[in-house]
């Protein structure tokens, strides 16, 4: 924005020289930005020569005041229908490597980015007091919007979302049916839009506010252990340097981490609970309901699979486990843990921004998959039977896939991919 002058001062120095002379009634001025920038040119190629033959990386410029990292699969023959792959946390667009040569090979061009604040995108703020606005669920809906754009498209046949990633996809696909032409959502239910009071003039009384996260962790303090709910957890300051500087180091935590909610863990035994509740919360295991005096990287710590194990898994390897600590390493967990301060929980800004979109349903072909062994689809008690009765109105698939717990596309991407193709046929996409 250009200065405008006042006097002989520029409008900023006015502001300056005005300020001192307040001295301490002068209007506090916000932090400086930590604005990431990276000189690829030093890095290695992405994915350290992991990636199958036919993935792309690049950079796209200017989608939504970022530089936007992608990986694409079926570039070669221009003009095919586009599959847009929104990762979770704490993933990147890496953990759809095995499912996009699926998607290619059904006659898709498939685009996988790291999301604003992880991996290779840049552009975005990783200060914890970082303005969240950018991080809320509307502006990464126009991230998404920006970025198939900016690829040349008018739509996508299909938007996927997992995990955090689902959020984003189904705003997506409410907000802009015509964009996000079908949507499958994985492991994270949508719950629909926040409702506003209705018919209240006429004597209708006023809903009863759901249990927030604050409500919720009050609850779970008052057990026998304590406990915490973990986004409440992913909230705090320190959660990045938690997980960041692991005593048992970063490569470490993420092998314990990806076992721990797999279907290698053998304690992964989900189903429906009656209510959020402290005690039926209890249920689910630490990685979403921690002890209260531990963070992530001690929660995990016991849980570390043997060096048999580690040797013998053939869907995360230990180069595989490399990537994720070799970028997370460099960027840290600050803009991947933004989003759940403000699309998650009850802040009140974000939840202002949604009930806009009050009664209004995903209209378009929807489905959902998730693994067997994966407690993310019932973590929140009724969210799946709001999803498959109110929130998604054209919902003709529910998939629970054998074998799998969170990691559903990268432990049994040959079962997704053919979800995913199958019902992109079924609907013509």
Excluded at 168 to 175: D, G, T
Excluded at 191 to 202: C, D, I, Y
């Amino acid at each position: 924005m250009p200065e405008r002058s006042i006097g002989n001062l520029s409008r900023r120095s006015f502001l300056a020289t005005t300020a001192a002379g307040l001295g301490e009634l002068a209007i506090p001025q916000p932090l400086p930005a930590h604005i990431v920038e990276t000189d690829f040119s030093n890095l290695p190629p992405y994915g350290n020569g992991t990636l199958p033959a036919r993935i792309r990386s690049r950079q796209i410029p200017n989608v939504n005041g970022m530089t936007v990292h992608i990986l694409e699969a079926g570039y070669e023959k221009p003009g095919q229908p586009a599959v847009l792959l929104l990762h979770g946390f704490p993933e990147l667009a890496y953990s759809w490597r095995k499912v996009m040569p699926i998607l290619a090979d059904a006659g898709y061009y498939v685009i996988a980015p790291d999301q604003r604040g992880y991996g290779r995108t840049i552009g975005w703020d990783d200060s914890y007091d970082a303005d969240p606005d950018p991080f809320r669920i509307l502006n990464m809906t126009r991230d998404a919007i920006w970025l198939v754009y900016a690829l040349g498209y008018h739509s996508v046949a299909m938007v996927v979302g997992h995990d955090a990633g689902a959020p984003v996809a189904s705003w997506s696909a409410l907000i802009r049916p015509d964009i996000f032409r079908s949507i499958t959502i994985m492991s994270s239910p949508f719950e629909g839009a926040p409702s506003l009071p209705f018919n209240t003039a006429n004597g209708a009384t006023l809903p009863h506010p759901a249990v927030t996260d604050e409500e919720l962790d009050a609850e779970l303090a008052k057990l026998n252990p304590p406990r915490k709910y973990y986004q409440n957890y992913q909230r705090t300051r320190g959660a990045n340097d938690d997980m960041l500087h692991a005593p048992q180091g970063l490569h470490a935590f993420f092998r314990a981490y990806y076992f721990y909610k797999s279907a290698d863990y053998k304690g992964n035994n989900p189903h429906p609970l009656k209510a959020r509740t402290a005690e039926e919360m209890t249920q689910i295991p630490t990685y979403y309901v921690m002890e209260k005096d531990k963070g992530m990287a001690a929660t995990v710590a016991p849980l570390m699979p043997s060096a048999n194990y580690v040797a013998d898994c053939k869907w995360l390897t230990e180069a595989d486990v490399d990537v994720y600590a070799t970028e997370y390493g460099r960027t840290g967990f600050t803009g991947a843990l933004q989003g759940y301060r403000v699309r998650r929980g009850s802040d009140p800004k974000s939840i202002a921004e949604l009930q806009t979109f009050s009664g209004r349903a995903i209209d378009v072909p929807s489905q959902f998959i998730a693994g067997k062994s994966d407690w993310g689809t019932y973590q929140t008690p009724g969210a799946v039977e709001k999803m498959r009765s109110s929130a998604c109105t054209n919902m003709v698939g529910f998939h629970i896939v054998d074998g799998a717990g969170h990691w559903v596309q990268q432990e049994r991407p040959d079962a997704v991919g053919e979800l995913l193709v199958q019902f992109l046929r079924d609907g013509k996409h």
